[in-house]
């Protein structure tokens, strides 16, 4: 893969905090030196990085003042708010469908900067981030989409990418085989569906690898409403099989930086699921060392209007399921941020932080805030206002 670079180079990255992660301790970050936080926001109009130095305090993060940063020309779609990810200081993040781009605020605090990139070969998007391997130079990641399944082989391969940030090359590529259906799938028509995978989660621990996926139609409909997941050796890539579950439905999630599972400090895996017919939601577990679902384990949210987005484990037997903390082992709500805010919170990605998480909460007067949650205390505090003009909070990151 050849590697093209072109300094100077202004383009646009999105801040995007894996909140299954400690922020990183990163002392001296070029250009933010009286900048402590971003917030990614969008407009009807466009969308921008709002700098603050510190979220909970009393005041009001707007693209008017001299804190924002209009990264509008760079991102045509909203969505590309999904292909990026936060890491020591730098964005990270795929704009044009090939290169990927690694960039920092500039001096002035007002635009970001490319100071790198690699360039893919082909078709690249950033997709899932495995960020309990990632180390001081190393980031691990996949790119969204799937490859055409091999009729010989009958299986899908997913390249699973170790890059190097200091450099930007890629270190090695290793590739997960995954299985397709043992089964043909046709159209209404009676002629042969080119069924595709979507990878919806990748977690790697304790020498497996794990992907959570599902298999869709060619319109994009699942092809059935099984819970799939891909476990493999790591870093052999060896001995794959595929899981299946019943009980509830598909796994949710899109192919972008989101991701829909999580591991507990024990390292179980937990899988979310879309509701078979009405949309709702359940919480499947494999544990630790299992090659199958726990069959005594769901976690059934029908009741409870979860609205997805990047599941975030907080420590303390609790995870984040927008809106809802909840305690994994005796499968009970412990707090509902929409009721303890009084609005909606609708943040993409949040930050965890010293036992806290932070998110965006627009309240039923359309006014916007950044909410603190206090994990130990199951309280919550309010902070900044956000511009009333916004339309989305898409991530909340810490720079330093």
């Known amino acids: ?91 990270y993040m795929s704009n044009d469908g ?8 500039n001096e002035k605090g007002d635009e970001l900067v490319e100071v790198d990139n690699y360039a893919f070969p082909g078709y690249f998007y950033l997709g899932k981030v495995a960020s309990q391997l990632s180390t001081t130079d190393e980031i691990v990641f996949t790119s969204t989409g799937a ?28 590739k997960a085989q995954i299985p397709t259906l043992d089964y043909t799938v046709y159209k209404p028509d009676g002629t042969v569906d080119p069924t595709i995978l979507n990878v919806t989660s990748a977690r790697i ?15 994009y409909k699942p092809v059935n ?28 999630g899109h192919w972008q930086r989101e991701n829909y599972s999580f591991l507990d400090d024990n390292n179980n895996l937990y899988v979310l699921t879309r509701g078979k017919t009405d949309g709702t939601y359940a919480l499947l577990r494999v544990n630790n060392g299992a090659t199958e679902f726990d069959k005594d384990y769901i976690f059934d949210l029908k009741d409870y209007a979860v609205r997805g987005g ?14 809802y903390v909840i305690d994994v082992a005796s499968k009970k709500i412990v707090a509902n941020l929409d009721e303890m805010t009084g609005g909606e919170a609708k943040s993409s990605i949040n930050l965890i932080q010293d036992g806290n998480l932070y998110t965006g909460v627009k309240t039923t007067a359309s006014k ?33």
């Open 1 to 91: 893969m050849k590697k093209n670079r072109l300094f100077g180079y202004v383009a646009l990255a999105t801040i995007l905090f894996s909140a299954c992660e400690d922020s990183p301790n990163v002392p001296d970050v070029p250009g933010v030196e009286d900048s402590e936080y971003a917030v990614w926001v969008a407009t009807e109009n466009g969308s921008y990085l709002l700098t603050t130095d510190e979220i909970m305090k009393d005041t009001l993060l707007s693209p008017q003042n001299n804190k924002g940063i209009d990264i509008t020309g760079y991102l045509p779609q909203a969505r590309y708010a999904g292909y990026a990810y936060f890491f020591n200081g730098y964005y």
């Open 98 to 105: 090939t290169r990927f781009s690694k960039l920092q605020i």
């Open 147 to 174: 490859s055409d399944p091999d009729p010989e082989k009958k299986v899908f391969e997913k390249d699973i990418y170790f890059m190097n940030t200091k450099d930007m090359t890629i270190n090695k590529t290793l």
């Open 205 to 219: 621990s304790d020498g497996k690898a794990y992907f959570g996926l599902f298999y869709y139609t060619f319109d």
């Open 225 to 252: 409403q099984n819970a799939y997941v891909y476990i493999c050796d790591y870093p052999s890539m060896e001995n794959g099989h595929i899981m299946s579950d019943d009980r509830a439905s598909y796994v949710a």
């Open 310 to 323: 990047d599941l975030s484990w907080l420590g303390e037997g609790k995870a984040y399921i927008r809106p």
């Open 368 to 400: 916007w805030f950044i909410y603190e949650y206090n994990i130990a205390t199951n309280t919550v505090k309010r902070g900044a206002e956000i511009d009333p003009g916004i339309t989305q909070v898409y991530h909340i990151n810490k720079l330093k």
